[in-house]
């Protein structure tokens, strides 16, 4: 929300008196003063008003966790365990999973409260790169290189996958670059040539890759240089 909506959202000022209290330097957000009534507001920022505490700011999380095959990547499940039940934090409810992984896949999995940066690493449009290694059932030919490169049709979403990288590591083990992430994807594309995939795992999602440190069920948060790199 805009500042001047902020504080003209609170019952004791007018539209106009919040944009002469910002204009006067009244105003600080994180601490600095500003004058900008278009400044966009978030619920993690700290505002004040000649110092007297308006918003605290809620404090952003951010985690990655190396999911395990088995664990279901949802905040809640009937059956499964979730990767929630994972984190042993007090705030876990309320994180959500920037981009989910089937139940027997393993690999990163981002967990944050902060929308907008989840919105920024999944979205197609972003164009953020997600690794998985994957290893099939049958032998993976050059043929998949070009045809993933082309892109595929979806006729359920009526869309072409976005061109994708294929490295082939060895018959039956390849690398794959997606710009995406439909809904069961990489099974979907070895799907085209009947080749069933056998594991499936996701190394690094845009510049975060998974701590090799952390073995499955194990999480950690995330650096700031990881943070600012979304
Ligand atoms: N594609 C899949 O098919 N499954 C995943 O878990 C992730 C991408």
């Known amino acids: 929300m805009r500042l001047d909506r902020f504080l003209s959202n609170l019952p004791r000022f007018s539209r106009q008196d919040s944009r002469l209290l910002i204009a006067a330097g009244r105003v600080r ?25 308006l918003q605290a700011g809620r404090t952003a999380r951010y985690w990655m966790l190396h999911k395990p095959v088995g664990v279901v990547s949802a905040t809640e499940h009937d059956s499964h365990r979730t990767v929630l039940d994972l984190l042993d934090e007090n705030h876990r409810h309320d994180l959500h999973l920037a981009g989910r992984l089937d139940l027997n896949t393993s690999g990163l999995l981002l967990l944050t409260n902060d929308g907008q940066w989840s919105r920024r690493i999944t979205q197609p449009q972003q164009r953020k790169p997600k690794v998985y290694r994957v290893r099939t059932e049958r032998p993976i030919t050059a043929e998949y290189v070009e045809v993933f490169a082309r892109g595929l049709y979806f006729a359920y979403e009526n869309l072409t996958t ?21 809904y069961h994807q990489v099974k979907r594309m070895f799907g085209h040539f009947r080749n069933r995939v056998l594991a499936l795992h996701r190394e690094r999602m845009g510049e975060i890759a998974l701590d090799p440190a952390l073995a499955p069920g194990e999480y950690r948060p995330l650096n700031p240089t990881e943070i600012a790199s979304v």
């Open 29 to 53: 957000v994180d601490g600095l003063i500003t004058c900008d009534p278009r400044c966009e507001i978030r619920t993690f920022q700290r505002v004040e008003l000649d110092g007297e505490l």
């Open 162 to 182: 976005l061109p994708a990288e294929l490295q082939l590591l060895d018959s039956h083990n390849a690398r794959l670059t997606l710009y995406e992430g439909r």
